[in-house]
C-alpha cells in the first residue's frame, strides 16, 4: 500500500525540547503518522500549551508529556522509568533541545555574541543542552532501544550550520564597530558540527541490535525575524526565502519511520539550497 512504510502505529517518539517552534512540528508530523507522542522540555508552562495546541488537533490520548532537563541524566533517567511503568520506552528519539540564540539584529547591541567576549558559562550551557543533552539521551533511550531486540530510529536535529560556516554579514548592523558588531555564536556551529559526529558514531554503534541514527539540517525558519535579515539570509538561498516550519515535516516522518529503513549515519540538509552555491 502507498506510504504505509511512514506509518507509526503502536510505535512511540520521545521529542526533546518538545514545546518549541519546531518541537511541536515534528510532533506534528510524528502524530500524524499515527504515533504515540511524548513531548518533553524543560519549560513545563511550554509544555503545557504546546500539548493543549497538539490537542486541538490530534487524538490527546496519544500525547504525554513530562518535564525532562536534557542536561541531567536523572532527569531523563526518571522519564524513561515513568515510561516503562506505562509499558513503553521510546521506539523513536527525536534530539530536537537546544538553546539556540537568536542574533537579535533590531534590538540592540549583544556584544557578548562574539568570539572575543562570549562567556564560558554560556558555552558550557549551550553545550550542555545541544550536544552533552543529545549524548545523555541516546545513552539512556539508544541503549534501551538496542537491549531488547526491537530497535529503533535517532534523529539529531542539527542545522544547515553543521555543513557550513555562519556568514557574520547576515547580523551586521550599521553604524556599530567592527568589535561590536553582533554575531552567530562560536557554539552554534561547534554543536551542529558535533551533533553530525555523534549521528556517524551512533549509526555503526548498534546497527546489529537494529538501531539507526541519522541527522536533520534545517535552514533557517521564518519567525517574525526582522525585514533586514529576512531580506539578507532570502538572498543567498536559491528558493529566495527562508523555510516555513512546517517544511520539515515530511522529512521528519521518513526519517523516523520505515520509509528510510536503508538509510543509516545521513545528514539530510533541508535548505533551499543554501549549501549548493
Ligand atoms: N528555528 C530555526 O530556524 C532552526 C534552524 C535550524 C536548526 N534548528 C534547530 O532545531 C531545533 C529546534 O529549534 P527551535 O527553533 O524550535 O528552538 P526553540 O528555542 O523554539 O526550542 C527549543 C526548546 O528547547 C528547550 N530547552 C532548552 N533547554 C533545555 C533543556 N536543558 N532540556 C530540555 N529542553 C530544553 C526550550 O525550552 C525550547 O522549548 C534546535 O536544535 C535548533 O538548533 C532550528
Known amino acids: 500500500m502507498a506510504f504505509e512504510k511512514f506509518y507509526l502505529t503502536e510505535k512511540t517518539a520521545l521529542?526533546?525540547?518538545a514545546a518549541g517552534?519546531?518541537?511541536?512540528?515534528?510532533?506534528?508530523?510524528?502524530?500524524?503518522?499515527?504515533?504515540?507522542?511524548?513531548?518533553?522540555?524543560?519549560?513545563?508552562?511550554?509544555?503545557?500549551?504546546?500539548?493543549?495546541?497538539?490537542?486541538d488537533r490530534y487524538n490527546s490520548s496519544c500525547i504525554l508529556t513530562a518535564v525532562m532537563d536534557v542536561t541531567q541524566p536523572s532527569s531523563i533517567v526518571s522519564v524513561s522509568r515513568l515510561l516503562s511503568e506505562k509499558g513503553l520506552r521510546p521506539d523513536i528519539l527525536v534530539n530536537n533541545a537546544a538553546i539556540d540564540p537568536k542574533v537579535k539584529l533590531d534590538q540592540g547591541i549583544v556584544e557578548t555574541s562574539r568570539l572575543e567576549y562570549f562567556p564560558i558559562q554560556q558555552w558550557d550551557l549551550q553545550i550542555a543542552v545541544g550536544l552533552t543533552g543529545a549524548f545523555l539521551c541516546s545513552q539512556v533511550f539508544g541503549t534501551a532501544m538496542a537491549q531488547d531486540g526491537k530497535g529503533g530510529v535517532i534523529l539529531n536535529i542539527a542545522?544547515?550550520?553543521?555543513?557550513?560556516?555562519?556568514d557574520q554579514r547576515l547580523y551586521n548592523k550599521p553604524g556599530l564597530s567592527d568589535n561590536s558588531q553582533p554575531v552567530k555564536p562560536v557554539t552554534y556551529s561547534v554543536i551542529k558540527a558535533g551533533l553530525i559526529g555523534l549521528t556517524r558514531y551512533l549509526a555503526t554503534y548498534w546497527p546489529d541490535k537494529g538501531v539507526r541514527c541519522n541527522a536533520l539540517s534545517p535552514g533557517g525558519v521564518y519567525n517574525e525575524q526582522g525585514e533586514e535579515f529576512v531580506h539578507r539570509l532570502s538572498s543567498l538561498i536559491p528558493l529566495g526565502r527562508m523555510a516555513d516550519k512546517n517544511e520539515y515535516r515530511s522529512a521528519v516522518q521518513f526519517l523516523c519511520s520505515d520509509a528510510s529503513s536503508y538509510m543509516n549515519g545521513q545528514n539530510i540538509v533541508i535548505d533551499g539550497g543554501r549549501s549548493v552555491l
Open 159 to 166: 542545522s544547515d550550520l553543521s555543513v557550513f560556516a555562519p
Open 15 to 17: 521529542i526533546t525540547g
Open 21 to 55: 517552534l519546531l518541537g511541536k512540528e515534528h510532533a506534528s508530523a510524528l502524530l500524524e503518522s499515527g504515533a504515540t507522542v511524548v513531548l518533553t522540555d524543560i519549560c513545563a508552562a511550554s509544555l503545557q500549551s504546546a500539548t493543549q495546541q497538539l490537542g
